[in-house]
């Protein structure tokens, strides 16, 4: 029988303002305006796990899969000096897609409490992130343990009602992979490895009220 422990705790907390479950609501872009894919963004005190999900795709399906997004791991706040905004910087501890050439963050610009503007620090991005009640704690961040006490590598980050379960993939990725590809291209050509690649879960949850 398996079990959870609490993963490590951060060296630098992140502030309470920033905890809970965040969904965006609006992504722009150079390319445009995406007001459908679903978005949660899962802060704790100090972890975070991320998914997101294109509308009309289907993630039973390998092509649909490949398409997700998601990802966990710590985060870290830069606070902002002579009214510059915090940068929020994202390190990812494990990723559904193949890694970036830049660091994940953001400069955070909170319109309330409940309501915060991302804009690129090392990209051209506005995103608008919506907290979601009932969110704000308690929090967990866990590790699965087998029976034997060994990590099974499934970890789960719960912010009040809400929780999300990742199971990363055992496989590693390909030794040719390529600078910025997507998991999609890499399945693409790799197909004989599409299933292990693909062997992945990340489940967004909700504890009703």
């Excluded at 150079?30 to 802060?43: A, M, S, Y």
């Excluded at 090392?122 to 009640?133: D, M, N, T």
């Excluded at 199971?167 to 490895?193: F, I």
Aim: aromatic fraction near 10%; include cysteine; hydrophobic fraction near 35%.
């Amino acid at each position: 029988m398996s079990f959870w422990v609490n993963l490590p705790a951060p060296d630098e907390p992140v502030p309470a303002a920033y905890r809970g479950v965040w969904q965006r609501t609006l992504l722009e872009t150079p390319e445009g305006r995406d007001t459908t894919t679903q978005v949660h963004w899962l802060q704790t005190e100090g972890w975070h796990a991320d998914l997101r999900v294109p509308a009309g795709i289907d993630p039973a399906t390998s092509a649909g899969r490949a398409l997700l997004q998601g990802f966990c791991g710590l985060t870290r706040i830069t606070h902002g000096v002579n009214g510059q905004p915090d940068i929020c910087t994202w390190h990812r501890h494990w990723d559904v897609q193949p890694p970036r050439s830049t660091p994940d963050a953001g400069y955070m610009v909170f319109e309330t409490s409940e309501r915060v503007i991302e804009t690129g620090v090392h990209g051209r991005y506005l995103e608008v992130w919506e907290r979601l009640p009932g969110s704000t704690g308690p929090y967990a961040a866990l590790a699965e343990l087998d029976a034997q006490g060994q990590p099974t590598g499934a970890m789960r980050f719960v912010a009040g009602r809400y929780a999300l379960t990742v199971r990363p993939r055992r496989a590693t990725w390909p030794a040719d992979l390529r600078p910025d590809e997507t998991l999609a291209e890499l399945v693409q050509r790799h197909p004989a490895e599409a299933g292990a690649l693909l062997d992945f879960e990340l489940v967004f949850s909700e504890t009703p009220a």
